[in-house]
């Protein structure tokens, strides 16, 4: 029981994640795009400036759960999949200097490098996160010493590839939606219309890796087997046709939870799909991690279920408590302040 509520404590951490984090990659990877002004890019870096790195904080708890509750899954997983978990890493690592960095001097010069920075570590940092987990959605190229066959190249299949589209479209989504809700004038309807722009192709990718899935991985096994759990993917579908009602009716805090309604049922689409596997292997299922295989001893999984039950909620807490103080749009005073401030 223990380890089945870790597994699931994995996979909600996750989502939450890339619920939190999403828009942020998003905003980031379409900066060039949307933004026409200093004015306006200091606007869009400035809506998610107090969130970006709370937002960091799951994906270093759920790296951390994977590392105390799963420690032979997260041994062979940053093994074989060093050099891809490398580059996200270090593309969040450029993300987060470039936020900081951008306004340290005043010349327009530094500004654009830092933009650029932004902008390619942001889409990169989104388009790993896909093709990272629509292979281990699929199984990946591990053998019985849990090493990696193929090397990264092997990473870069087609599944593996409309994954990360399919990652990146859904945070362009997420962020457009967020940047409209928080921004003024210009710059919101730019958001809106990309927002619109975007849906279309969201739904054509999502159904399209919904498809690819039931030749390519062993997903809807689960499904298959216990029919309650297609609620997942239906909160999933929910939030994507409620996404689009909402923007219709220009109601983007709405039309935004929608959207993280989407991804989280995406998400936890996923990880049912996985159980009871970890890191499924492509080349022999008796290579797979399991849960059950790399788990730690049920005395360490209950400490640390009692650890987790009194300081998420103090987390969740927190981070509303931010989301409340500044939930305000982005407006004239915001950006009179000091260059230093993005």
């Not at 990659?25 to 004015?39: C, K, N, V």
């Not at 590392?67 to 940053?78: D, E, I, L, R």
Request: glycine share 12%; proline share 5%; hydrophobic share 60%.
């Amino acid at each position: 029981m223990l380890v089945t509520i870790w597994f699931a404590l994995w996979g909600v951490l996750w989502a939450v994640y890339f619920l939190l984090d999403g828009f942020d990659l998003g905003i980031g990877a379409m900066l060039p795009f949307l933004t026409r002004d200093e004015s306006e890019r200091r606007a869009a870096i400035r809506s998610m400036g107090p969130f970006w790195d709370g937002n960091e904080v799951w994906l270093i708890t759920a790296g951390g759960v994977t590392f105390a509750a799963f420690p032979g899954t997260y041994a062979v997983m940053f093994s074989a999949l060093y050099s891809p978990l490398m580059l996200l890493l270090f593309a969040l690592i450029v993300r987060g200097i470039a936020i900081e960095f951008r306004g340290k001097l005043p010349g327009a010069g530094w500004r654009r490098l830092w933009d650029a920075c932004l902008w390619i570590s942001s889409l990169a940092a989104a388009v790993l996160l896909g093709v990272a987990f629509a292979n281990i959605f699929a199984g990946v190229p591990i053998d019985g010493a849990g090493h990696l066959r193929g090397g990264l190249p092997a990473l870069l299949n087609p599944y593996g590839l409309l994954g990360g589209l399919l990652f990146l479209l859904l945070f362009l989504e997420h962020g457009a939606l967020w940047l409209a809700l928080k921004s003024e004038g210009a710059l919101r309807e730019r958001a809106a219309r990309a927002a619109r722009g975007l849906w279309p192709l969201v739904l054509a990718v999502a159904a399209g890796f919904l498809a690819a899935s039931a030749f390519t991985t062993a997903l809807y096994r689960n499904f298959l087997a216990v029919p309650a759990l297609f609620v997942l993917p239906g909160l999933a579908v929910g939030g994507l046709v409620m996404n689009r009602v909402w923007q219709a009716r220009a109601a983007y805090g709405r039309a935004w939870m929608a959207s993280g309604l989407t991804i989280v049922g995406a998400t936890l689409w996923g990880v049912a799909g996985l159980y009871p596997n970890l890191l499924p292997s492509s080349l022999d299922p008796a290579f797979s991690l399991s849960a059950h295989k790399t788990a730690s001893s049920p005395l360490t999984l209950g400490i640390m279920l009692g650890v987790a039950l009194v300081m998420l909620p103090v987390v969740i807490a927190y981070q509303a408590w931010t989301h409340t103080v500044f939930f305000r749009r982005i407006d004239d005073d915001d950006l009179g302040g000091s260059a230093a401030a993005y």
